[in-house]
């Protein structure tokens, strides 16, 4: 049984208005001890909590304890939805239908995760259908540049099984890109554990290439064989001992090609375990690729960090800082930079038809 309670968050204040509205939280609990909690400023996931093989029960995603941390401009995007385009977009242009089209440019010269005010950092309409919560925006044509009216629902739900369920559809009113996921960091151990625990994980991914990339992690258009090379994670591997292996940067921050048969609704995409705990967490969808990031950008450690510490920031969340390779993500998406490479799955969604993208997370003990 899934018990579902809804409840104030904090509130919203509208800067051009002075306006405050309630954001509302909706907590899913179910038998398992599992339980999902969501909000709806940004359709943010700011906590999950699983039992590990003794039955004791921690926070494994990152977040913070109120609204003003995500809020915050060092907010790496805690377990909100991503759009209107997530990932990367090279030099904040593409070109549809031969009309050249140029979208905000947030990160240097290119665009990451939907632009300055992505889908994350807006207040989403919400209804409760049973055990599911829909959770609404209408991104304005325009809206970072992106053109088209688009009516987004996000549809979040656990179920008894501890599978949590989130299912993107979209619609628009001109031809445009779409490419949404959901930005949830893990760290099986706990939320706050670090890396210490993060490199005990032992991690599968479901993917025979990757997208290479330039030094700014925007896709070359070539596609990399991941056999004889760290990125080969068919077979599981510690993640400690791969993590620091990555040429050319800090960790990994890859989009991996998923294996999939044509027709599947979805199929296996990755499995990540911690041993210690013996909790395991498998990741299903039916998109083409996932993005595996170890938090590569968190701030370092001052305990293990040799340069200057007088210049390092701090990242602080629910319970403490979060440091460098403290948590990992499995964002299940198209391939970045799409729009602007012949040979990656299409992203372009027209007037009548509907963007439909499904991940589910299961949670479970595997000793």
Not at 83 to 88: D, E, T
Not at 297 to 312: A, C, H, I, R, W
Request: aromatic fraction near 12%; charged fraction near 20%; include cysteine.
């Amino acid at each position: 049984m899934v018990k579902l309670k809804e409840d104030q968050f904090d509130l919203y204040t509208y800067k051009n208005t002075g306006k405050s509205v309630s954001v509302r939280s909706f907590t899913w609990e179910n038998d398992n001890k599992v339980s999902v909690q969501v909000i709806t400023y940004g359709a943010t996931v700011t906590f999950i909590k699983v039992p590990d093989k003794s039955g004791v029960v921690k926070d494994i995603v990152t977040g913070f304890k109120n609204l003003a941390g995500y809020q915050d401009a060092e907010n790496p995007y805690f377990g909100a939805t991503v759009g209107r385009v997530a990932n990367r977009i090279a030099n904040g242009q593409f070109k549809l239908f031969g009309q050249t089209i140029q979208v905000s440019k947030n990160l240097g010269k290119h665009q990451l995760h939907g632009g300055f005010v992505g889908f994350d950092k807006v207040i989403w309409e919400h209804f409760v259908d049973g055990n599911k919560v829909v959770m609404s925006y209408h991104s304005p044509d325009m809206e970072e540049g992106y053109p088209g009216d688009l009516v987004v629902h996000t549809t979040f739900e656990l179920t008894d099984t501890s599978e949590f369920r989130v299912e993107f559809k979209a619609t628009t009113t001109k031809p445009t890109y779409v490419n949404l996921t959901n930005h949830s960091y893990f760290n099986l151990a706990g939320h706050n554990t670090g890396a210490s625990e993060l490199y005990k994980h032992v991690v599968s991914i479901n993917a025979d290439r990757i997208t290479a990339v330039d030094k700014d992690c925007i896709p070359t258009g070539s596609l990399q064989p991941v056999g004889g090379t760290v990125f080969d994670l068919q077979a599981p591997k510690v993640l400690g001992e791969l993590i620091n292996k990555v040429p050319n940067s800090d960790g990994f921050d890859h989009n991996f090609c998923v294996m999939k048969e044509s027709g599947q609704e979805k199929t296996f995409v990755a499995r990540v375990h911690h041993p210690e705990s013996a909790r395991m967490l498998e990741v299903h969808s039916n998109q083409p690729g996932v993005q595996f990031y170890t938090a590569n950008f968190f701030p370092e450690n001052p305990s293990t960090y040799k340069g200057d510490k007088s210049k390092l920031k701090t990242l602080t969340g629910k319970d403490g800082n979060y440091y460098k390779h403290g948590a990992l993500c499995l964002e299940t998406q198209n391939w970045p930079d799409a729009p602007n490479h012949e040979n990656f799955p299409n992203l372009i969604l027209k007037p009548g038809e509907t963007y439909y993208h499904l991940v589910a997370y299961k949670f479970s003990v595997k000793s």
